[in-house]
């Protein structure tokens, strides 16, 4: 019984070896390949070093200066994409924290204190917030 079925399965390894061979000497294709012109692929990757962005800067700037205008103690006409929240816009730290408080909302983040205590005008918040992946 072991014998017939080694028999038997002694063509079929080979012409599976054959057809190995031919399938190694032509790729095969598959049907969407064959309609399909080639296109080459590119995969999207995103990097988390400076200069990349996840959402548009000057989309972001646009907003920012928005929530800024909005804030209470702050003279819309002072405020621009370079204003410092001190020296410009004359914004006690109590003032910068609730306005970036403001700035989390409005994207819906959460900013850690160390990166908050770094955001000191228009400029740095928009650059936060630009790279920022989980900024809405």
């Not at 000497?25 to 996840?54: E, I």
């Not at 200066?65 to 621009?80: G, H, P, Q, S, Y």
């Not at 900013?111 to 928009?126: G, H, Y």
């Amino acid at each position: 019984m072991i014998s017939s079925v080694l028999r038997r399965a002694a063509p079929m390894a080979a012409r599976t070896a054959i057809r190995a061979n031919t399938v190694l000497a032509r790729p095969a294709q598959t049907h969407l390949q064959r309609q399909l012109p080639v296109q080459r692929m590119v995969p999207l990757l995103r990097s988390f070093a400076s200069g990349d962005f996840f959402l548009n800067p000057d989309d972001v700037a646009d907003r920012v200066m928005t929530v800024v205008k909005n804030f209470d103690k702050v003279d819309e006409a002072k405020v621009t994409g370079t204003s410092k929240f001190a020296d410009d816009l004359g914004l006690d730290s109590l003032d910068a924290v609730e306005v970036v408080m403001a700035i989390e909302d409005e994207f819906a983040i959460e900013i850690p204190d160390a990166e908050a205590d770094k955001i000191l005008s228009v400029e740095d918040a928009v650059k936060y917030i630009a790279a920022h992946p989980q900024a809405k």
